[in-house]
């Protein structure tokens, strides 16, 4: 089934981290299959490698030409290679690329349960911009 999609690996670990977490990805009014095509389709990946091992990925759409801002849907990290900066180093990948497309700002929606998201958010110089029920958005210049 994976097999359909261009970043299966990276849908796996997303289907590995819902066993451990089924909360991680809460999704409303679109299901698990269309959110994954459409993500698979429409999404650009950033992925991080670790002894051959895919152990973290960044996925985001840069396409709005109009407003130069890219947004990131999913980020994750194998929980085998967690605590290893993977997540500042995938980010780093992440603005060359938007740097090199020509846009000016990044944004991501995070639940505001999720300290240690937040904190690396933070850390990276993304600042809240707006708050809702349970999550937030954060937005950055790049």
Known sequence: M??????????????????INPTFLVLSGITQKEYFLKIDQNSVFIKYHHADKLAGFISFYCNNYETKEAFITLVLVDIEFRGLKIGKKMFGDLFEFIKNKNFEKCSLEVRQNNVSALKLYESLGFEQSLKMDDSVIMTMKV
């Open 2 to 19: 994976l097999e359909q999609y261009n970043n299966y690996d990276c849908i796996d670990l997303v289907l590995a981290e819902l066993k």
